[in-house]
């Protein structure tokens, strides 16, 4: 007859085995709360600040491009850590969505801002690139749900590099709009001789080329490291530069515009 202390051991729990926590599960942790970080502050600005002098226009967009950051981080994280695998359909229809959703309001507000120094020309021209940029990303968008439902070898390859494509055109149509206004600005700025008028335009193209260089770098990762760590901070970044245009591009734009009118009176 055996001891209690012979079968001591079977009445021991089995072990449980944890998964290992990943640099991936870090990384998407610090996304989210990067992400909802920018949120949450841009709320608490706007409540001390108050919203009397914004444009209304750009308010709005601002906000639904924040949320849908939130909520593209969210659903990426929901799809990359398999919370309901069951799911995924759902999951990856709300981060196209969304994703669509932040970069539309984004690339609208930045246009729409950087308009103040152009013409017609200039609208007609932004018009015809985002209605572009939208039918490739709906093209996307075909082959993206075709890779989740076939999966071949050939829609795969197609949406990689549809995808790849997309994310390094946007950076480089940013660049090109950037320097076209910049450009503009520096001409200005020339004119009115006013030292405080180089120093905005030294931080505007600070803030700008520091963008452009985390587009880059993201883009380099999604198509020679890791697409999954790039398709996950794209929320945080587009969150971030919602944003540093809002609040800082935006104040700078306008500061120039007030020095450039106040010289030329």
């Known amino acids: 007859m055996l001891e209690l202390t012979d079968i001591g051991y079977l009445l021991q729990p089995e072990p449980i085995e944890v998964e290992r926590f ?17 949120f949450i502050n841009t709320t608490f600005w706007h409540a001390i600040l108050g919203t009397d002098i914004d444009d209304k226009i750009t308010f709005i967009l601002q906000y639904i491009g924040l949320i849908s950051c939130v909520l593209y981080v969210l659903s990426m994280t929901f799809i990359y850590l398999e919370f309901q695998p069951d799911s995924n359909l759902i999951w990856y ?8 959703l932040n970069y539309n309001c984004y690339l609208i507000m930045f246009f729409k801002q950087s308009a103040i120094w152009f013409g017609k020309t200039y609208r007609k021209i932004t018009i015809l690139v985002i209605v572009t940029i939208n039918i490739v990303i709906l093209v996307d968008y075909y082959y993206y749900f075709a890779g989740l439902i076939i999966a071949t ?41 006013n030292p ?65 009118t106040i010289d030329n009176m």
């Open 153 to 193: 070898p050939e829609i795969l390859y197609i949406l990689q590099q549809l995808d790849f494509g997309i994310t390094a055109s946007l950076s480089i149509i940013e660049l090109l709009y950037n320097i076209v206004t910049i450009h503009k600005i520096i001409r200005e700025a020339i004119k009115s001789n």
């Open 22 to 38: 990943n640099f991936f599960t870090f990384w998407l942790i610090c996304c989210n709360v990067g992400t909802i970080v920018c």
């Open 196 to 260: 405080h008028t180089r120093i905005l335009i030294i931080k505007l193209t600070g803030v700008i080329g520091f963008f452009f260089l985390l587009d880059l770098a993201n883009s380099i990762v999604y198509g020679i490291v890791d697409e999954t760590y790039a398709l996950s901070i794209t929320g945080f970044l587009l969150a971030l530069k919602l944003q540093t245009e809002y609040f800082c591009l935006n104040r700078i734009r306008q500061c120039l515009i007030i020095m450039n």
């Open 93 to 100: 229809s709300i981060s196209c969505v969304t994703w669509h």
